[in-house]
């Protein structure tokens, strides 16, 4: 058995990028991510889990078959009435391709689908095209209260590369609540990530470290 901790409960997601197209710059070259170095946040409450057999140990102590391999769970987003929705990271198949990814699901939404299926999210952190290294992507994860319009969920602040010279930014928001999942991405009027990197140094937000890795072919 593995165990993690989350803040209240609350989990941190994805890191983030500077915002909109502020993401090129005056010679057309895209600008990096900003306020790389958030302060460290206390260690959440613990979760159970077996990454081997992609089980949860649920708060009523009863056990929950995830459909991912190599399971970890990040932290949890409590929802009243409900079991939490717990944020995590694995893969839906075993010895293929799929790089890692994340994955925001609650038991009380039913068993996990099987890999195309069910909703998978990107980890955070910078990946290059597979075939000659080229930086396609990058992101930052949080999870938690962490933007005051969108409370209780993931939140990426992301940019894509979409020409040689040119790069899209946008912030993806994954929210929970008594009615479920909301999915939400925004491409305008994006929220500030020094928001979040706030949150995380007042204790209710958290920030998911990125990974550097390859795209998938």
């Avoid at 949860?56 to 987003?77: A, E, K, N, Q, Y």
């Avoid at 980890?123 to 005051?148: H, I, K, M, N, S």
């Avoid at 928001?195 to 209710?204: D, F, K, Q």
């Amino acid at each position: 058995m593995t165990r993690v901790t989350t803040v209240g409960g609350i989990l941190v997601a994805l890191g983030a990028l500077a915002a909109c197209e502020r993401s090129a710059s005056r010679d057309g070259s895209a600008r990096p991510p900003t306020d790389s170095q958030p302060a460290p946040v206390p260690p959440p409450p613990d979760v159970v889990y077996d990454a081997r057999h992609g089980v949860i140990v649920l708060p009523d102590s009863t056990r929950f078959r995830t459909t991912l391999f190599d399971l970890r769970v990040i932290g949890r987003l409590p929802v009243a009435g409900r079991q939490p929705y717990y944020v995590m990271s694995g893969r839906s198949c075993v010895d293929c391709d799929a790089n890692v990814s994340l994955y925001v699901h609650s038991p009380s939404d039913g068993p996990m689908r099987l890999e195309a299926e069910q909703p998978r999210y990107p980890y955070p952190g910078r990946e290059v095209f597979y075939d000659d290294g080229t930086l396609q992507y990058e992101a930052r994860a949080f999870f938690g209260d962490c933007a005051a319009a969108y409370p209780n969920a993931v939140i990426w602040y992301q940019r894509s590369r979409i020409e040689v010279d040119q790069w899209r930014s946008a912030v993806l928001v994954v929210q929970v609540g008594a009615d479920g999942v909301r999915r939400v991405e925004l491409e305008r009027m994006l929220p500030d990530v020094a928001e979040a990197v706030a949150g995380v140094r007042a204790g209710h937000c958290r920030e998911i470290p990125g990974i550097d890795r390859k795209s998938e072919p």
